[in-house]
């Protein structure tokens, strides 16, 4: 996290997560992670207006997005106000999303 001053003595925080020079697909799936399924097909058309994607795209682009959503609940591990909501959230990311991506199905733009 960096802070940029504004005007007069205000500093505002500015987080970008893990952005950084790294492979494609792990920026784009961390952006659709957080849009709803329809917004995230959106975004998807967009992006392939503007750059190719291979034709296991989605296979790709869900794979990084575990690593994201994985990567996130490492970051507030170490916070004991998390640990209630995470022995909550990791049970239910494992059975729908983790068990969807095993079994070879698709989940990033299903709509539940």
């Known amino acids: 996290m960096i802070a940029i001053p504004t005007a007069g003595d205000k500093v505002l925080p500015i987080d970008f997560s893990l952005c950084g ?3 494609f697909h792990f920026d784009l799936s961390t952006s659709l992670g957080s849009l709803n399924p329809p917004l995230r097909q ?3 058309e967009s992006y392939r207006t503007q750059r190719t994607l291979p034709k296991q795209a989605i ?3 869900e794979a990084f997005f575990l690593i994201s959503r994985i990567s ?3 970051f507030a591990l170490p916070n004991p106000d998390q640990h209630t909501w995470l022995q909550r959230r990791t049970p239910q990311v494992v059975e729908t999303i983790c068990q ?3 079994s070879g199905e698709s989940f990033l ?3 539940r």
């Open 21 to 23: 020079f790294g492979y």
């Open 42 to 44: 959106g975004l998807l």
């Open 59 to 61: 296979r790709l682009l």
């Open 72 to 74: 996130a609940y490492g």
């Open 100 to 102: 969807s991506f095993l």
């Open 109 to 111: 733009f299903a709509v």
